[in-house]
């Protein structure tokens, strides 16, 4: 038995069919999306263990390529001023690394008078019970029992963070032995890197010709650079910062009269690189030197010094040398590093500067090249 044929019902029920497809892809979609926004903080998170992991097994070879990453601009340097080979301007490069390595140590084991510095540990200790017994003395005079008791937890919970510290300090200093073989190991790792740069190029180019297509590898190889050219001089551009905040932090605590100015200073100012994390310790350690060192005022204008310099530091340094750096605005550093710093905290303002850089890049190219396009046709249409 034949039944009628009807193309319309065939083109209801198609029609139908197609839009409870759509409507389920919809819906999963939006599921999707609910439950990526639901749970940001679980996938971010997540991201970043899978991150941290990679970085772990990948160590040495990451800290290889930062370190050759960075000598680079000096192996370049080497080679057109000397007219010496690559291998052989990677090799100066390194000797002289290592030259400078031993003689800030020698310089730093022997500028330091252990005499003097037992003696200071010693008066530091009794400075610091001094201060915490006149802490809790005017407390009590006033009956300020609440803050007295608020200070016990802080002083309670230092002391057990000291006390973990001293009882860990033979893990501490097998991590630090770990560390120091990694860097070892990064350091004739970036060695090879720097020297077989030009090989290690070229094979790199033939294997993404085969894998991803000439077209494509073309593409890829102008955003490396483009990468490359911004990071390069975001990295210019944080050391130079970082080398200004040093002299200032230094000579500034020096007037003051702070003990270890100078160490204090390079620790803080090249510690800046990292947001928040600089400007944090720098403040800390000058503070906390100054205050330990006997005299309270002192404390007050290391305080008001180091809280002036950062925030020269962030409102005129930061955006004016890294932004030229980068070529970006100093309106827009301070924006990407205030919107990276809200949406994924401290990693986030590490690289929103050069991120943004390469971003306007990118998009400075591609509205250039549909600038050149329009324009082209509109002459091709006039002639015609």
């Known amino acids: 038995m034949n039944l009628p044929w009807d193309k319309s019902y065939f083109k ?10 759509c409507i389920y892809i919809a819906k999963n979609a939006i599921d999707g999306i609910v439950y990526t926004f639901v749970n940001l903080g679980d996938i971010y998170t997540f991201i970043m263990e899978i991150i941290k992991k990679i970085c772990s097994v990948f160590s040495i070879i990451i800290a290889g390529f930062i370190i050759a990453y960075v000598l680079k601009p000096m192996v370049r340097m080497t080679a057109d001023k000397t007219g010496l080979k690559r291998a052989a301007s990677v090799g100066v490069v390194f000797f002289l690394l290592i030259i400078a390595i031993i003689l800030i140590s020698v310089l730093i084991i022997y500028s330091v008078d252990y005499r003097e510095l037992s003696h200071n540990i010693k008066k530091y200790s009794e400075n610091i019970n001094n201060i915490y017994n006149s802490i809790i003395s005017f407390f009590k005079r006033y009956n300020l029992y609440y803050f007295e008791s608020v200070f016990d937890s802080i002083n309670n919970l230092f002391y057990n963070y000291v006390k973990t510290l001293c009882d860990n300090i033979i893990n501490i200093s097998r991590e630090f032995i770990s560390k120091l073989v990694t860097l070892l190991l990064s350091i004739v790792v970036a060695f090879y890197m720097l020297r077989d740069e030009e090989k290690i190029l070229i094979r790199l180019n033939k294997y993404s010709d085969v894998f991803i297509g000439e077209r494509w590898s073309e593409r890829l190889r102008q955003l490396i ?160």
């Open 225 to 384: 650079t483009d990468i490359n050219s911004v990071f390069s001089g975001y990295l210019r551009g944080q050391l130079t910062d970082g080398l200004i905040m040093a002299a200032l932090i230094s000579l500034g605590l020096s007037v003051i009269g702070v003990p270890f100015s100078v160490v204090i200073g390079l620790f803080s100012g090249f510690s800046n690189i990292i947001p928040y994390f600089g400007s944090i310790i720098g403040f800390i350690l000058s503070v906390g030197m100054a205050l330990i060192s006997g005299e309270p005022v002192r404390a007050v204008y290391a305080a008001v010094l180091v809280v002036a310099l950062q925030q020269i530091d962030a409102i005129f340094i930061v955006p004016k040398i890294v932004g030229d750096s980068v070529k970006l605005s100093p309106v827009m550093v301070i924006i990407s590093l205030a919107v990276a710093g809200k949406l994924l905290g401290i990693v986030g303002m590490i690289f929103a500067v050069p991120t943004v850089a390469v971003f306007k890049l990118r998009l400075d190219r591609y509205c250039d090249g549909r600038c050149e396009n329009g324009k082209s046709h509109r002459e091709r249409i006039e002639k015609n």
């Open 12 to 21: 209801v029920c198609f029609y139908a069919i197609f839009t409870f497809i």
